[in-house]
């Protein structure tokens, strides 16, 4: 009959402390520029639901998103409501002077 020692076995610390350390999971969030500055993931909600509601108000007034190569742009069809928002257009300057009417 074979004998079979449990004293050979490697043995673990299995303390409450130390069993949390070896089965949390955990996963890397890389997004970088509207979370950087977050210290909580309450803090990163509140600032999704903030950009939520700005773009769903943009998406109404009729801006929307393109892609261009590896960007990604918000335009509108119409200049003057571009202007109102604020927004300064990424153009190259040759087109912003082009796009300015002569008097």
């Known amino acids: ?29 890389k997004e970088t520029g509207l979370t950087k500055d977050c210290e909580s993931l309450d803090a990163m909600a509140y600032r999704f639901e903030e950009s939520a509601k700005i773009m769903r108000k943009l998406a109404k007034a ?8 590896d960007k990604k742009i918000i335009t509108h069809t119409n200049a003057n409501i571009f202007n109102e928002w604020g927004f300064i257009t990424e153009e190259s300057t040759f087109l912003q002077l082009a796009l300015i009417p002569d008097k």
Do not use: C, Q, V
């Open 62 to 69: 009729g801006f929307s998103l393109e892609r261009k190569k």
């Open 1 to 29: 009959m074979a004998s079979f020692n449990f004293l050979s076995l490697p043995r673990f610390d299995t303390t409450i402390k130390n069993l949390n350390k070896i089965t949390m999971g955990y996963f890397t969030w």
